[in-house]
C-alpha cells in the first residue's frame, strides 16, 4: 500500500505553536494507516519536522511525475 499526504499547511499566523507535530502525530498514530509500505509526501521549507516523523528526502526526485488535465478555464 502506499499514502501520500498533500496540501498541507499551517496558516501563518498560526505557525510556532505545535500544529505541525501534532497534525503530524496525529496522522502517523491513525489506526488505518499503520500497514502502510510507504508514505509519500513533497514539502518546500519542512523537511525539519518530517525527518522527526521518520521520512527521508528521496535520492532521485526526478522519477515524480504529474499529469494536469487541461482545463478551458485556465489558459
Given at each position: 500500500?502506499?499514502?501520500?499526504?498533500?496540501d498541507?499547511?499551517?496558516?501563518?499566523?498560526?505557525?510556532?505553536?505545535?500544529?505541525?507535530?501534532?497534525?503530524?502525530?496525529?496522522?502517523?498514530?491513525?489506526?488505518?494507516?499503520?500497514?502502510?509500505?510507504?508514505?509519500?509526501?513533497?514539502?518546500?521549507?519542512?523537511?525539519?519536522?518530517?525527518?522527526q516523523?521518520?521520512?527521508?528526502?528521496?535520492?532521485?526526485?526526478?522519477?515524480?511525475?504529474?499529469?494536469?488535465?487541461?482545463?478551458?478555464?485556465?489558459?
Open positions: 500500500t502506499y499514502h501520500y499526504l498533500a498541507v499547511f499551517i496558516d501563518e499566523s498560526h505557525r510556532g505553536h505545535g500544529l505541525g507535530k501534532w497534525l503530524m502525530e496525529v496522522i502517523m498514530a491513525h489506526p488505518e494507516l499503520q500497514e502502510y509500505r510507504s508514505f509519500h509526501l513533497r514539502t518546500g521549507d519542512a523537511h525539519g519536522l518530517y525527518e516523523y521518520g521520512f527521508e528526502t528521496v535520492e532521485d526526485p526526478s522519477t515524480f511525475m504529474i499529469y494536469r488535465k487541461k482545463s478551458s478555464y485556465i489558459n
